[in-house]
T-cell receptor, first 116, second 113 residues
Framework: AQKVTQAQTEISVVEKEDVTLDCVYE???????LFWYKQPPSGELVFLIR??????QNEISGRYSWNFQKSTSSFNFTITASQVVDSAVYFC?????????????FGSGTRLLVRP | DTGVSQDPRHKITKRGQNVTFRCDPI?????LYWYRQTLGQGPEFLTY????????KSRLLSDRFSAERPKGSFSTLEIQRTEQGDSAMYLC???????????FGPGTRLTVL
């Protein structure tokens, strides 16, 4: 069965601190896809990144970076030098080839509060 | 704006009434998904379409729920005889193909009194 666990319910940091959001996933398939989405107070889910299971290279995009480790079934997200605008709920999600719908299985989200 | 749009953004209704939501996906996207999100939770899958065909429905989708996507363009989600437990954010997403990223609309927040 597919499952995504985001154990951190809420994180509070002071602006300019680095913060890492954890994501652990479960799937029986060897081909799967992992995603991160941001949900600001406005409510709209904003796509951040998609990774497939065959690409374990870490990725950096500006202040954002992602660490994908198949050995620990984790896909963690780090924000460097956090800003107040980073305050939002962040969701990790999973889909795989065993399910032709490719529906997204979401974690319960981590609420990030960045204080000035 | 070429993103996913949803209408209405907010809906307040009385228990027992019927409601209908609309989703307009990104024009070239062949897949359209409906999710439901309750407070403090991640979105949960309801159903999806590939072009005009509805290919899967979640167990969350009781027989009071029906969705359509005529001509493979926009989609509607209707809830009949609404219950207080239906109060949630209903999200629509579209994608080009299966494993590609899904782009979400702003959602319709339903409140059933």
């Amino acid at each position: 069965a597919q499952k995504v666990t985001q154990a951190q319910t809420e994180i509070s940091v002071v602006e300019k601190e680095d913060v890492t959001l954890d994501c652990v996933y479960e799937t029986r398939d060897t081909t799967y896809y992992l995603f991160w989405y941001k949900q600001p107070p406005s409510g709209e889910l904003v796509f951040l990144i998609r990774r497939n299971s065959f690409d374990e290279q870490n990725e950096i995009s500006g202040r954002y970076s992602w660490n994908f480790q198949k050995s620990t079934s984790s896909f963690n997200f780090t924000i460097t030098a956090s800003q107040v605008v980073d305050s939002a709920v962040y969701f990790c999600a999973l889909t795989d080839n065993l399910d032709s719908s490719y529906k997204l299985i979401f974690g319960s989200g981590t609420r990030l509060l960045v204080r000035p | 704006d070429t993103g996913v749009s949803q209408d209405p953004r907010h809906k307040i209704t009385k228990r027992g009434q019927n409601v209908t939501f609309r989703c307009d996906p990104i024009s070239e996207h062949n897949r359209l998904y409906w999710y439901r999100q309750t407070l403090g939770q991640g979105p949960e899958f309801l159903t999806y379409f590939q072009n005009e065909a509805q290919l899967e429905k979640s167990r969350l989708l009781s027989d009071r729920f029906s969705a359509e996507r005529p001509k493979g363009s926009f989609s509607t989600l209707e809830i009949q005889r609404t219950e207080q437990g239906d109060s949630a954010m209903y999200l629509c997403a579209s994608s080009l193909g299966g494993s590609n990223e899904q782009f979400f609309g702003p959602g319709t927040r339903l409140t059933v009194l």
